[in-house]
């Protein structure tokens, strides 16, 4: 079926470095969700992308949909402590209900 | 504000136990999902449903089935728990296409 990779899985900057975490799909996703969990939280939705070759931001965050749809980012700018947690990538599955998450990238920001 | 609640935080069950697992949310969706989070292997989802007394099964239904009888309730359960499923669950919520809301989590540990 349908399987979603993350890279990396751990992730560890200083405080100001660029962070940046990418997702592949085996096939063509219809969109790509990004969700972000704080440690001991639970995930929280980020953005979601549908057009080939979007590129949305959120303050110091970038997301990107590739021209094919197979593949997204997420590139921090300037990391803060605050954006410590672990970041997942989500597609579509074929029920059309479900996701697919990626297994995850952890980030570790040190002040 | 979208609200998803789980019965318990934390719960120990001895093997064999038949587990029951609660998810509320109170936003009239249609979809709810329940999924299970371990470290290393990022959130597998377990089921699924997309209506009332409907339900698909996800990546890893072994050992679970689940209950709709109610739009705002979707339960978990574990027929007769063993160790192998001590483990978060997380329960989420959503319209068609829309991005998913997450409960607070399970911690369940068996013995």
């Known amino acids: 079926g349908q399987q979603v990779m993350q890279i990396p899985q751990y992730q560890h900057v200083q405080e100001g470095e660029d962070f940046t975490t990418y997702c592949n799909s085996s096939t063509t996703l219809s969109n790509i969700q990004w969700y972000k969990q704080r440690p001991g939280g639970h995930p929280v939705f980020l953005i979601q992308?549908?057009?080939?070759?979007e590129v949305k931001k959120q303050k110091r965050l970038t997301f990107q949909f590739g021209e094919a749809k197979k593949n997204s980012s997420l590139h921090i700018t300037a990391t803060q402590t605050t954006d410590v947690g672990t970041y997942f990538c989500a597609g579509l599955s074929n029920s059309g209900y479900a996701l697919n998450f990626g297994k995850g990238t952890s980030l570790l920001v040190t002040p | 504000d979208v609200k998803v609640t789980q019965s318990s935080r934390y719960l120990v069950k001895r093997t064999g136990e038949k587990v029951f697992l609660e998810c509320v949310q109170d936003m009239d969706h249609e979809n709810m999902f329940w999924y299970r989070q371990d470290p290393g292997l990022g959130l597998r989802l377990i089921y699924f449903s997309y209506d009332v007394k409907m339900k698909e099964k996800g990546d890893i239904p072994e050992g679970y089935s689940v209950s709709r009888e109610k739009k705002e309730r979707f339960s978990l359960i574990l027929e007769s728990a063993s160790t192998n499923q001590t483990s978060m669950y997380l329960c989420a919520s959503s319209h068609d296409g829309y991005e998913q809301y997450f409960g607070p989590g399970t911690r369940l540990t068996v013995t």
């Open positions: 992308l549908v057009k080939s070759g």
